[in-house]
């Protein structure tokens, strides 16, 4: 079992930068992949970004801007938001998949979500 738990959400003009961490308890390694995914008011939870080993992916629309990276102990992931811009406002949520390959893109590949940590961007 795995329970992971985001902080580091809040408000920010656009152009700002948050980062978002995301802390695991339970049995993760390198080969956990964690991700974060995020769901703006009206719209489907869409896909950010995955970390798996030492691969990192992104959405395209977050690409240059973010990015993700993972403590040494491997309980421990960020994402790194620079140059923010409104569309960028949702809950962001971090989530693990116990899957060994990819792809990590849709949400039904992960099994474990944390709460959801509100990022809002003000033009």
């Known amino acids: 079992q795995v329970q992971l738990v985001e902080s580091g959400g809040g408000s920010v003009q656009a152009g700002g930068s948050l980062r978002l961490s995301c802390t695991a308890s339970?049995?993760?390694?390198?080969?956990?992949?964690m991700g974060w995914f995020r769901q703006a008011p009206g719209k489907e939870r869409e896909f950010v970004s995955v970390?798996?080993?030492?691969?990192?992916y992104y959405a395209d629309s977050v690409k240059d801007r973010f990015t993700i990276l993972r403590d040494n102990a491997w309980n421990t992931v960020y994402l790194q938001m620079n140059s923010l811009k409104p569309e960028d406002t949702a809950v962001y949520y971090c989530a693990a998949s116990r899957l060994l390959n990819g792809p990590y893109t849709t949400e039904t590949r992960y099994d474990y979500w944390g709460q959801g940590t509100q990022v809002t961007v003000s033009s």
């Open positions: 970390i798996t080993g030492g691969r990192r």
């Open positions: 339970g049995r993760t390694s390198s080969s956990t992949a």
